[in-house]
């Protein structure tokens, strides 16, 4: 978290997404290290964060990136380069020709996917390195909504669809189980990747091993992640290895600014009403759901007087949690969302038509740089 000078909240237009610059280079800073110390390749998935005005800052680490669609496979090589490894769970005949002009690694959800597309691939000029999504059948994630390996899930290939051999030119593996997980989950997940397909490892010349390793939060064990990337290595020194976190990349490294618009108070707890929405803005509150951490504000201790935040839409559920404030909010105060970078810009919509929040960033000179803002003509275009 980066202290905010006056000047520079003065500055900032509300609604609005702003990444602090110093608290990204610190995250960069924990990816060079794992990258120096073990061999694995890091890249930055876009379907997390794709606010390209950062990416010459994060290329100085990171050697490319990872795109779930065409749209985001042509963003990544515009405004990003370096490798580029692209995955979808079903890919459009119209799509593939560019896809395979801009992607190094191209991974198939299935054996039929990769069977319909093979005879575009064997006549294209680019050709990039094959991979298969497959299932380990283990993730540790509780949320059904997160969970890739639920039961009946359609995201990868089991063991038993394989046969004996991979498929003719198939020459990687991409295994993506886990969502802001530690290194634990990560050495079980590849204790079971050689149980289940450890006879295709031999054939194999590289493993994805997706994104959910939460390696810039607080505590979580560096070191050990280190050591079995390397052990890994050491078993299988032919394989290149790949992760590609989406959250730790941006990872407390910004936050979303609001406004008070209006203060409802009823019997039991007083309704505040904000400029941003919580369905349109932060749409990973209700869907995980969790509580996001407001800058100043802590949860209601007994005795205290609850505050519930409520979105700009009218949903009727657009409103996230209870807070406690040392001062009685009001309206035209500004409040601060913490950690709003990960899957929030990238999830964004302009229901009800809502004021879309504007873009920016904190600089390490402590002065706010604004990037993007977004008017009726944005709202209005993508109707038509």
């Known amino acids: 978290m980066t202290e905010l000078h006056p000047s520079a909240l003065a500055a900032i237009p509300s609604p609005c997404f702003v990444l602090e610059e110093t608290c990204l280079r610190q995250n960069l800073a924990i990816f060079e290290r794992v990258q120096q110390a073990a061999p694995v390749q890091i890249l930055l998935a876009l379907k997390a964060f794709a606010l390209f005005h950062s990416f010459p800052l994060i290329r100085q680490t990171l050697p490319g990136a990872s795109a779930s669609s065409v749209w985001e496979a042509q963003l990544a090589a515009e405004e ?31 054996i039929g996917q990769w069977e319909r597309f093979r005879p575009m691939l064997d006549h294209s000029p680019n050709r990039p390195s094959i991979g298969l999504r497959i299932n380990p059948e283990y993730s540790p994630v509780q949320t059904t909504l997160y969970n890739p390996c639920q039961p009946g899930s359609r995201l990868g290939v089991r063991s038993e669809q394989l046969g004996d051999r991979l498929p003719p030119g198939v020459e990687g593996f991409l295994c993506h189980n886990l969502c802001e997980s530690d290194s634990k989950a990560l050495e079980k997940t590849l204790s079971q990747i050689e149980a289940l397909f450890g006879q295709f490892l031999p054939q194999m010349r590289w493993l994805n091993l997706g994104g959910g390793h ?6 979580y064990d560096l070191d050990h992640l280190i050591a079995i990337l390397n052990a890994f290595h ?14 730790a990349i941006v990872w407390q490294t910004g936050f979303l600014l609001s406004t008070v618009q209006d203060i409802i108070p009823t019997p039991d707890l007083t309704h505040v009403l904000l400029d941003v929405s919580f369905t349109a803005h932060m749409p990973d509150c209700l869907e995980m759901p969790y509580q996001p951490v407001i800058r100043g504000g802590h949860p209601v201790q007994t005795g205290e007087y609850p505050y519930r935040m409520g979105g700009s839409s009218c949903l009727a559920g657009d409103f996230m949690g209870d807070y406690a404030f040392p001062q009685p909010l009001a309206i035209g105060d500004r409040l601060i969302f913490e950690d709003m970078m990960h899957y929030t810009m990238v999830k964004t919509t302009m229901f009800n038509g809502v004021t879309h929040p504007a873009i920016g960033t904190l600089k390490q000179t ?3 740089e604004l990037w993007r803002q977004f008017s009726y003509d944005d709202y209005r275009t993508r109707m038509g």
Not at 234 to 247: A, K, M, T, V
Request: aromatic fraction near 12%; charge should be negative; hydrophobic fraction near 35%.
């Open 80 to 110: 990003f380069g370096g490798e580029l490894h692209v995955y979808s769970p079903a890919y459009r005949d119209e799509d593939v020709p560019q896809i395979l002009n801009l992607a190094s690694h191209l991974t198939f959800n299935s």
């Open 214 to 219: 939460l390696m810039t939060r607080e505590g």
């Open 234 to 247: 050491d078993r299988y020194p032919h394989i290149s290895l790949i992760l590609e976190p989406g959250s």
């Open 366 to 368: 402590g002065e706010f």
